[in-house]
């Protein structure tokens, strides 16, 4: 199956399109805002702590928001059912998030995997809804788990060399 791409989406035609715009340009200028503050730490030990702590905060509010999924769950249980199915994915991932605030370094791998999944996700409904199938009010949703997905790979802790690895179980 290949995908016509000469199909555009015309700005007159969709009036959703400048609210799209607005939001990639609000996430431009978070990026840009958080690389602004690491640079403005002087040592790197400051911008290690101002790191760690972007992480914890952004692990706490992902992992709430995807934890609240568990209401909604109960509605629509009866509907749709891959509904039900991915949202149970996420409110378990929003628990393990929850729990990985406590040392992040040790959970390297499981945030990795929800930044990657996030952004696997937002591709999968980019894709759908450039081919029509599902509808162009569930864009928002394609730029939220975009940006919990960038920020989650962004900030994840750097992967430790052997030599630390073994000193710190040592």
């Known amino acids: 199956m290949l995908i016509d791409l000469s199909m555009r989406h015309d700005e007159d035609a969709d009036p959703d399109i400048p609210m799209l715009k607005k939001a990639k340009s609000r996430v431009r200028e978070g990026a840009i805002a958080i690389g602004a503050i690491m640079l403005l730490a002087t040592k790197p030990e400051e911008a290690a702590m101002l790191r ?3 992480l914890k905060t952004v692990l706490v509010v992902v992992g709430l928001l995807f934890t609240a999924g568990a209401i909604p769950l109960t ?3 009866s509907r749709e059912p891959a509904v ?3 949202m149970s994915i996420y409110v ?4 393990f998030l929850l729990l990985a605030v406590r040392d992040p ?5 499981l945030i990795a995997f929800g930044g990657w999944a996030n952004l696997a996700h937002a591709g999968v409904m980019a894709a759908q809804e450039y081919r029509n199938v599902i509808e162009r009010r569930e864009l928002v949703g394609v730029v939220v ?3 919990v997905g960038a920020v989650l790979v962004a900030l994840a802790p750097a992967k430790q060399s052997v030599e630390k690895a ?4 040592a």
């Open 52 to 54: 760690e702590r972007a």
């Open 105 to 109: 370094a040790a959970n390297r791998s």
């Open 166 to 169: 073994s000193a710190v179980v």
């Open 84 to 86: 039900p199915m991915i």
């Open 92 to 95: 378990t991932l929003g628990i």
């Open 145 to 147: 788990f975009a940006i």
């Open 75 to 77: 509605m629509f249980f």
